[in-house]
């Protein structure tokens, strides 16, 4: 499952940031992750590992402003995720 961005925004089920991706990841009910590209390596690595250990879909974006818009906040988004209801 690939989603744009635009279907990012759209999304009814989503989180954003790093805490709550990670609680979506371990609670199994992230379906799609999305990572900015210009986000620290240090807050992202934990996530892609996870995503990877997991099979979860990763996508990446170019920047956190792209990231953050997409998920209808006013400040850049290092990640978010579309989760199951």
Known sequence: M??????????QNKVVGTRQT???????????VFIAEDAD?????????????????LCHVDSMSQLGKA??????AAVAAVVAK
């Open 2 to 11: 690939f989603l744009t961005l635009e279907e990012l925004q759209q999304a």
């Open 22 to 32: 990670t609680k979506a990841l371990d609670s199994g009910s992230a379906l799609v």
């Open 41 to 57: 390596e240090k807050i992202t690595e934990p996530i892609v590992k996870s995503c990877s250990q997991k099979g979860i879909k």
């Open 71 to 76: 998920c209808n906040i006013k400040v850049g």
